[in-house]
Structures are given as C-alpha cells and as structure tokens.
C-alpha cells in the first residue's frame, strides 16, 4: 500500500506523454536561416526524445508534428515539412523497429499525399507487433476533427439501429477517438514558450498536466525532459476529488 513517504521519495512517471513540438521557424529565424532549416534541426530533436522515452520506459509517447491549421502555411513551407516526413520515415523506420517501437500516426490521412500515407501503412505495419514504446505521431491532426470523426462514428451507430441516442455515453465518444487504445496523456509538454493547446488532443488531455517549455524545439534535450517529468513528479493529481491526506478514514475516526 503506498504511504506518505513513497509518495515523498519515489519519482512518479506518466505513462503518457504528449508534446507539442513548437519553436521550430523561430529556432531558424534566430540563426538568419530559412523556417525550414528550423524544422529539419526539429527531427534530430524528435529523434533524441523518442529514444530517452523509450529509455526511461514511458508507455506512450504522443507527438504533434502537423496541425489541421498548419495546412494554412505558405505552400512551399507544407511542401517541405511533407518532404521531411517522408524522408525521416525512410530514414528512422528500421531504427525505431529494431528499438522495440510500435509507431502509429493518428490525423487525417486522406489529406496526405499517396505516398506519404504509402509510407505511413508501411511503418505501422513493419511495427505494428513492438511491445515497446507506442509511439503516436499527429498529423494533419486537429482535436475538433478527431471529436468530430468520433461523433460520425456513432451517429452511424445510431443511424443503423445498434444504439440509441439515449444511451450515448462519454465511452461511446471515447471509443472512436484516434487514441482510444491508450490511456489519457498524463503529462503535455508544450515548448516554444506560447501556453496554448491549438487543437491538440482537446479530449484526451481533460486531466493532463501542462507543462510549458521557453525551449524552441530544436534547443529541447534529454535534460529539459527530466526537468518535465520531475515537474510531473511533483504534482498531485486529484481528478476533481479531495486530497488523500493518508489520515484515519472516516469509519476508523467513528
Ligand atoms: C512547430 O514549429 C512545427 C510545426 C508547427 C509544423 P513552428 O513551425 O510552429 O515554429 P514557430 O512556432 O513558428 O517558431
Ligand atoms: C502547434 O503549433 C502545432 C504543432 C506543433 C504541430 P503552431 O505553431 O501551429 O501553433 P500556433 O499557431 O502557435 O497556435
Ligand atoms: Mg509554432
């Protein structure tokens, strides 16, 4: 049974950790370099935290590389960020398989060009069997879209006959939602120094930690992540109940 002391002393993980990777056009602009430049530093970034995750043994890592809004940016921007994908999948894929990885993307895919989603089938499929870390890469991923293609899901249900609109639940939503394999993030990292959440998970994150980082994400490293998680280490979680005060319960004052 835990104690006050193990909650003092022992470091408490998150099983899941979400990271907005942010700061990558203003690590460019710093440097009098191209926005780009930015975002191809940004993959040796996402590289390096995905193996200290893999390392510290966190269950499930979710990474949001590309909004629904991003799709807004100047073409040739998207252009290259798409590019990136495909040449960072090519390049990593084997790496993250031999590490034990299972990677999945979660988004809309159809709006992905046929190789990319070619690329992305391909990945899962090579590491769909790790029972490593899940690693979750969002893109063209909005939290709104994801409610949204969850709701279709079960009005379809309702449409066909096999629910009633009654007895929808909060687990009707949640079992169409991109991560609803997973349990909820525990922990969101946002670096860049912006506190917002722009349409990441919106359901998902209801009882998350937030976690903001002034880091530009090609500056963030294995050092700022501890920092996150002894940040994680020290928070306690209540989910809108009373604090356990590990005092005599109730029946045990009389
Ligand atoms: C995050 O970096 C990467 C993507 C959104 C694709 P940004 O490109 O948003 O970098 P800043 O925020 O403009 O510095
Ligand atoms: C959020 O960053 C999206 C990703 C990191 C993929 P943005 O740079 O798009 O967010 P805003 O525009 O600052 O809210
Ligand atoms: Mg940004």
């Known amino acids: 049974m835990a104690t006050a002391t193990d909650d003092a002393t022992s470091e408490v993980k998150p099983t899941h950790v979400a990271i907005v990777m942010d700061g990558n056009g203003r ?28 390392e510290l043994g966190i269950k499930v890592l979710t990474l949001f590389a590309f909004s629904s809004e991003n799709w807004n940016r100047p073409e040739d921007e998207v252009g290259v960020l798409m590019t990136l994908f495909i040449e960072a ?42 029972g490593g870390l899940k690693l979750y890469i969002a893109v063209s991923y909005g939290g709104r879209w994801d409610i949204c293609q969850a709701a279709r899901m079960v009005a379809e249900r309702v449409a066909d006959g096999s629910l009633a609109a009654a007895d929808i639940t909060e687990q009707h939503i949640h079992d169409h939602m991109a991560l609803a394999q997973v349990p909820d993030p525990d922990l969101f990292i946002r670096t860049g120094g912006e506190k917002r959440i722009s349409n990441f998970l919106l359901w998902n ?42 005092g005599p319960t109730r029946s045990e004052v009389g």
């Not at 990677?103 to 391909?122: A, D, T």
């Not at 980082?213 to 979680?237: E, G, I, Q």
């Open 27 to 54: 690590w460019a602009q710093a440097r009098g370099k191209r926005r780009t430049a930015g975002h191809r530093a940004g993959v040796a970034t996402t590289r390096k935290i995905v193996e200290r995750c893999g």
């Open 89 to 130: 999948l090519g390049r990593e894929v084997k790496d993250l398989h031999r590490k034990n990885v299972c990677l999945e993307f979660i988004g809309e895919r159809e709006r992905l060009s046929e190789k990319l989603q070619r690329k992305i089938r391909e990945s899962e499929e090579l590491t769909a069997g790790n």
């Open 205 to 246: 994150l209801a009882y998350a930690e937030l976690y903001f980082s002034d880091r530009l994400w090609p500056d963030f490293d294995a050092p700022a992540l501890d920092d996150a998680l002894s940040f994680y280490a020290s928070r306690k979680r209540r989910f809108g109940r009373v604090p356990d005060t590990h």
